[in-house]
């Protein structure tokens, strides 16, 4: 089970960002694979989690600034975040817990597996 985070860069306040999450090793169709971040010096944050059957979830801080979204295909996840804020500055993560369910919960302690970061940054 692999995962690798990218996308991530600076962005000025308001603006927009697109990260992706590789995955290889398990099919997206019976996993869930949540997405969650980091400022240095603090606690893995949720974010979002898309589940077996594409039930999604979303943390309270960024509700409605950002859609969770899969190509199962590709096995490839994706992290829209809109109006960001430089709050939203932090190394974003995508992990996975590989057993089949309904729906997910974006608590770290759920996923075994965990790829990489991505650094975001809003600043203007």
């Known amino acids: 089970v692999q995962l690798q985070a990218s996308g991530g860069g600076l962005v000025q306040p308001g603006g927009s960002l697109r990260l992706s999450c590789e995955t290889s090793g398990f099919s997206l169709d019976r996993s869930s694979v949540a997405w969650f971040r980091q400022v240095l010096g603090k606690e893995h944050e949720g974010v979002s989690c898309i589940s077996s059957r594409g039930d999604t979830s979303y943390g309270g801080s960024v509700k409605g600034r950002v859609t969770i979204s899969r190509d199962v295909a590709k096995n490839m996840v994706y992290l829209q975040m809109n109006n960001v804020e430089p709050e939203d500055t932090a190394v974003y993560y995508c992990?996975?817990?590989?057993?089949?369910?309904?729906?997910?919960?974006?608590?770290?302690?759920?996923?075994?597996?965990w790829g990489r970061g991505t650094q975001v940054t809003v600043s203007s």
């Open positions: 992990a996975a817990d590989t057993t089949y369910t309904l729906s997910c919960a974006i608590s770290p302690e759920t996923y075994p597996y």
